[in-house]
């Protein structure tokens, strides 16, 4: 859950501290690969000064707990893996491809669902669903050069030469989901 949520932390643009007994070799594997700062030592609740954004994901609940309620008492974001009630935010499962961020997710309350449902709609994106978007990415660069600025044009090309291509990729995309 950890490395789940440092990929996500990441991908974002962030740089995430790590806290941790233990390093999975996920972790390792973050931690090298972006030079994240890395403290090998249990968890105190002092650990969280200085810092804005805090996730808790110990694998001890009450430990989650106790940091997510400090991290409330300081005002800080917090994102308890084991206890939704003690989060001033969540994090949803994203599918991100070629110009498309899909958000999924739960409010915290079934995480392992959104997680699925992540992993099916990325298989959804096959190679011929990308090829897909790539025409339509390159159709929409041409509708703006077309239009020179000049918004009616640009909505009324998009609407007669670009909103067909779209509608028949979203209807594939959902055919594919009812098989």
Known sequence: ???????????AGAKPSIITIELSDELKS???????????????????????????ATNDKALNDAI?????????????????????????????????????????ELPYVSHRLKKHIE?????????????????RKEILTKAQGNSNCRKELLDAELAPLVDEFIQKLFSQIQN
């Open 68 to 108: 997510a309620q400090q991290a409330i008492d300081l005002k800080l974001l917090v994102n308890n893996v084991t206890n939704a009630a003690l989060c001033t935010f969540q994090m949803p499962a994203v599918v991100r491809r070629q110009g498309i961020e899909l958000a999924i997710g739960t409010g915290g």
């Open 30 to 56: 973050y931690v090298q690969q972006y030079q994240l700062s890395v403290q090998q030592k249990s968890v105190e609740l002092t650990d969280i000064d200085g810092f804005q954004l805090i996730i808790a």
């Open 123 to 139: 298989e959804l994106f096959t190679c011929e669903k990308m090829e897909a978007l790539n025409k339509i990415a390159s159709i």
């Open 1 to 11: 859950m950890a490395a789940r949520k440092v990929a996500h932390l990441i991908e």
